[in-house]
């Protein structure tokens, strides 16, 4: 190799690492996950439980939703609950033992105002899952 050209091919390398450190994380890295589940908080779940998940925003609901950024302090566990999450947010299988849902039957809103196979449903719901692994105290 004739090392009097690597010079030049430094420069043409240079746009090629600004490219990627600008262009944010991968499509499917949890953190990308993360900032598209946000999204979807926002625009489903912020109304009752808050803008970051803390509390709850409809003072009109009989009983105050989950504070969302203690899930794993409330089951003093390492491991986030993903299955259980995910199955509470869905609602469309509801276990009768857990009690009465006065949570939306999320699973058919999103499926109904999205167009969503099952595939896609379970996508989103673990963008939002992963969002919600994000906000975890």
């Known amino acids: 190799m004739n090392l009097k050209y690597f010079p030049n091919l430094i420069y043409l390398l240079i746009p090629l690492f600004w490219t990627a450190c600008e262009s944010g994380p991968p499509a499917n890295s949890r953190q990308a996950q993360a900032v598209r589940g946000e999204k979807l908080f926002k625009q489903y779940c912020y109304s009752c439980h808050g803008q970051k998940g ?18 794993l302090k409330s089951r003093r566990t390492a491991e986030f ?22 949570m939306p039957v999320w699973g058919e809103v999103f499926k109904q105002e999205m167009h969503l196979d099952e595939d896609q449903l379970k996508g989103k719901l673990g963008e939002l899952i992963a969002y919600l692994i994000s906000i975890q105290e």
């Open 54 to 71: 803390d509390g709850i925003m409809a003072a009109s609901l009989k009983k105050q939703p989950a504070d969302l950024t203690q899930i």
């Open 81 to 102: 609950p993903v299955l259980e999450i995910a199955r509470m947010i869905d609602g469309r299988k509801l276990v009768k033992a857990h009690g009465d849902r006065e």
